[in-house]
């Protein structure tokens, strides 16, 4: 099953718009218009995510404190 995770699209000052996705922290992308960044944002989670399988960690790894 896909995970879904909540994306924020900001403009900036120069007109460009900045993509975050907070529950992925460090996880930031941008793009021209609002398509572009959504594209490059969706692209830099499954980059993050490959990341963490790789290194044998999980999204919410850090969040599980022992529980």
Do not use: W
Not at 19 to 48: F, K
């Amino acid at each position: 099953m896909a995970m879904k995770y909540r994306i924020y699209l900001e403009p900036d000052e120069d007109g460009v718009y900045v993509a975050t996705c907070p529950t992925l922290p460090g996880c930031v992308s941008q793009g021209h218009t609002r398509a572009e960044a959504t594209d490059n944002i969706r692209e830099a989670i499954e980059g993050y995510l490959i990341s963490l399988r790789k290194h044998g960690d999980g999204p919410f790894q850090h969040n599980r404190g022992g529980h």
